[in-house]
């Protein structure tokens, strides 16, 4: 799987737009971009994934560079329950194995500021 | 619908003994992962059941094994516990739909080994 690369810690203003970004240059074409959010003490919950077009679901928007070297997650309008560790993930979407591992680095730990 | 649950939610162990923890899937999912994640790091694979058998192996000792049941929910054991054995354990299920299967986590139990 190719690396990604993210901001260990950010912060944002509660009622702003949170734009975590992600940068996966070695991603290859099969590839999927996978973001996960740990809140603390929990297990990790899926938010989002895409492949080479913006997507948007209930929880974030997810936008991927035309070149797919880079992404960022955007959560539109941050509450405090928004504050967790982000995880940037890259994936293939079929392997062999059948349905492949995640493979988890460090994220960025998210602060939404009252 | 419930989602994925694990058992116990904590456990304390000393070294030297073994371990089982438990997995019940999300429903209609049929593949469980099990992930290890030490404090402060990202969750790290261990291996993934399908069908009853493990389809997919992390960089895990053979201290580590797992079983899945036939309702799909699984096990995973561990022997000889160390103290670096101290951390969350996840369970992940999924189930291959469209080439792309997400992977909906439980909240972990918490092993410490003194």
Request: aromatic content about 10%; hydrophobic content about 30%.
């Amino acid at each position: 799987d190719a690396k990604t690369t993210q901001p260990p810690s950010m912060d944002c203003a509660e009622g702003r737009a949170a734009n975590l970004p992600c940068n996966h240059s070695t991603i290859s074409g099969n590839e999927y971009v996978y973001w996960y959010r740990q809140i603390h003490s929990q297990g990790p919950q899926y938010i989002i994934h895409g492949l080479k077009n913006n997507e948007t679901n209930e929880m974030a928007s997810l936008i991927i560079t035309e070149d797919r070297k880079s992404s960022t997650l955007i959560l539109p309008h941050a509450t405090l329950r928004d504050t967790a560790v982000y995880y940037c993930i890259v994936r293939v979407d079929i392997s062999n194995f059948g349905n492949e591992k995640l493979t988890f680095g460090t994220g960025t730990r998210l602060t939404i500021i009252p | 619908d419930a989602g994925v649950t694990q058992s116990p939610t904590h456990l304390i162990k000393t070294r030297g003994q073994q371990v089982t923890l438990r997995c019940s899937p999300k429903s209609g999912h049929d593949t469980v992962s099990w992930y290890q994640q030490a404090l402060g790091q990202g969750p790290q694979f261990i291996f993934q059941y399908y069908e009853e058998e493990e389809r997919q192996r992390g960089n895990f000792p053979d201290r580590f094994s797992g079983h899945q049941f036939p309702n799909y929910s699984s096990e995973l054991n561990v022997n000889a516990l160390l103290l670096g054995d101290s951390a969350l354990y996840l369970c992940a299920s999924s189930y291959r739909v469209s080439r792309i299967d997400i992977q909906y986590f439980g909240a972990g139990t918490r092993l410490s080994v003194l």
